[in-house]
Each structure stands twice: as structure tokens, then as C-alpha cells.
């Protein structure tokens, strides 16, 4: 059974991102299963330290992409619109090049808040950050 309302467009929330930190860090969603969204960013030089390894800031921000997507294609984007809260991160390997590749499942989904589970792991499989992400789901103000 999806979690997901109505049939949430990848090609479209991927377009959304044109001229926003998402296409500066390389970030791109690739796929919608039933109870997930997956997502994938370049090792590179927009996603680095200095020390040659993937940011933990770049990392957070592939998890709060994909929680946020996840959290908003969930819900009726006539009634509702939902933001991040709160995002917490443990990077458990280092990566210097190539991808990285995210899997974004709700944990909860309230009336009022959601909370999301985020893997991050390398080309290999093996896990390169985990991430929770806590995102409000707001009223969508009246258009006047």
C-alpha cells in the first residue's frame, strides 16, 4: 500500500530545485517506491571538505531533501505544506568520490508532524550517515 497522496512527479520536484542549493550540490531524487523516496548526490567538488571527504553539511542536506519531498508528497498540497523542524546526523564512513545514495521512509506520519528515517550509503552499500528528520506539516494559507 503507497503512503504517498495522489501521484507525486519526481520530474517535477526534481524542476522545482533549478536555481536552489539542491542543483548546487548535485542532489537529484531518482525513485518513489511504496514507503520510500530515493535520491542520490555527487562526491565531488561542490559536496567536499578540505580534507577530501563528502561534508557532513552536504550529507544533512541530501536528508533533508529527501525528508521534505517525502513528507510533502504525502500530503494534500491544497490543505497542507510541510517544513523541517529539526535534523539530526551520525556520519559513520568516509567518502572521497563517486556517489552517495539516500533512502527516506517515514517513521511516523501525524496529523501535525512526521518524522522521517534517511540511510545514506556509497556505491558499495554500506552506510555512510544516518539521518532523522522531524518536519511540520502546516496549514497552506488562504489564497486571497
Known amino acids: 500500500m503507497s503512503i504517498w497522496f495522489g501521484e507525486p512527479s519526481l520530474e517535477w520536484a526534481n524542476s522545482r530545485g533549478e536555481h536552489a542549493l539542491i542543483r548546487a ?3 537529484e531524487m531518482t ?3 511504496d514507503g520510500s523516496l530515493k535520491g542520490r548526490m555527487p562526491v565531488d567538488h561542490r559536496t567536499r571538505q578540505p580534507a577530501g571527504v563528502l561534508h557532513g553539511g552536504a550529507s544533512v542536506a ?3 531533501t529527501l525528508a521534505s519531498w517525502g513528507a510533502s508528497f504525502t500530503v494534500d498540497p491544497a490543505q497542507y505544506y510541510c517544513v523541517g523542524m529539526e535534523i539530526n546526523a551520525n556520519h559513520v564512513r568516509p567518502v572521497s568520490e563517486g556517489w552517495v545514495y539516500a533512502e527516506a521512509s ?3 506520519r501525524g496529523r501535525t508532524t512526521q518524522v522521517w528515517d534517511i540511510r545514506i550509503t556509497d ?3 554500506r552506510l555512510v550517515c544516518v539521518s ?4 511540520a506539516v502546516l496549514a ?3 489564497q486571497y
Open 132 to 135: 532523522r528528520c522531524t518536519m
Open 31 to 33: 525513485e518513489i517506491t
Open 106 to 108: 517515514p517513521i511516523t
Open 123 to 125: 556505491e558499495a552499500g
Open 25 to 27: 550540490l548535485g542532489i
Open 62 to 64: 541530501l536528508a533533508e
Open 140 to 142: 497552506t494559507p488562504s
